[in-house]
């Protein structure tokens, strides 16, 4: 949700403060997806190490269509016993994910099409989405609606999987997700929107690994039903050139699981082609209703208990995390001998710390970037 801060924005443009980047967004004008963008990020927390590379390639086609490939590659390190054995060990995994979205803009809107697939040595994933974007009110509204589906498997390394298709040796997932939004233009300067989802998940929704002692791997329940509604609000000040926003979400689903994020982010232009970006965000969630805490209480589950779990993202969660990103257009090196064929391009780079009150620990995020269109 990037907003535009170079120059005071037209009212088709205020249309992407709080759409970019979204499955519904809109681009402002042709030309835009002739890109090509590498991007990656560092996270690491007590025990984890991820590097994650991205490379995304966007082309214009005639008659307002446009393709988008992606292709990204986690290689997480971690010290874990969900790694399969009994003692606490260090593994690497590999996650390989492509993606293909195409896109067609009419003068009424939009509609797209994306396919992505997922493969790590124990699990896949195939998912769709489809979305459609109407403007309305001579441009100063959208209506947005998207709707897909996702199809996953697991099958453990070292054991014989308790789930439905056992069988096989292959466990199963399948999500639906829906989602609507609706957004305002109330002037040249501020844009509001509101959005909501849903999603039911069915399937076998454990960790292949992880266990609760003296009952063995966790016993989760097999089905989901969760929902959020978002709010947002952008407002631009052209004489300073600075921009406001604000989102807050509100989750909840059937495992009695509610959750409150609240961002705040603020964007200034420090120089023609020089842009920062301060961000704050903060959530909290309540705990599942089968959540106990083993770690303290051994027994507090029973030897009766059919659903268990030492998942920590089902506990009470607190979490926040401040972030500083700068974004650079290279114009200046036009003509710089070596450097100058990436004066046509933008670098990005940012820093976020996660502060979160889970056994994961506190952890640092650094993300580089670099887009050029062609």
Known sequence: MRLQLRRAPRRRDLVLVLLAGAATAVPARAGEHDHV???????????TRVVQPVVEVGKDLPYGFDLTATYLLDAITSASVAAG???DSIFTELR??????????????RLTLAYR????????????????????????ATVGVAAGASFDGAWPRTRTPNCPTAMQLICRMRSYFGGANYTQIWSETFITQLAAEIGYIDGFQASLYRAVPNL??????????????TPRAAYYVPRTQTGFQLQYR???????????????RVYQTVARDFEIRASYR????????????????????????TVYTADPKLQHVSTSMPELKVTWDAVRWRGVPIFGWVAEGTFEASYARLFQNTSFGDAHLLQ???TLPY
């Open 85 to 87: 054995t009994t003692a």
């Open 37 to 47: 963008t590498v991007r990656g990020a560092y996270y690491r927390e007590a025990s």
């Open 96 to 109: 390989n994910e492509v993606g293909l979205r195409a896109g067609w803009t009419p003068r009424w809107g």
């Open 216 to 229: 063995g791997y966790e016993v989760v329940p097999s089905t989901r039903l969760r929902g959020a509604v």
């Open 250 to 264: 509100y989750y909840r689903d059937d495992w009695s699981i509610g959750a409150h994020m609240v961002e705040g």
């Open 368 to 370: 580089l970037g670099y």
């Open 117 to 140: 697939y997922s493969a790590e040595s124990d699990y896949w994933s195939h998912g769709v989405a489809a979305s459609a974007l109407w403007r309305l009110w001579g441009d100063t």
């Open 282 to 305: 903060y959530y909290a969630q309540t705990p599942a209703d089968f959540w106990c805490d083993w770690m303290a209480r051994p027994d507090c589950y029973g030897p009766s208990a």
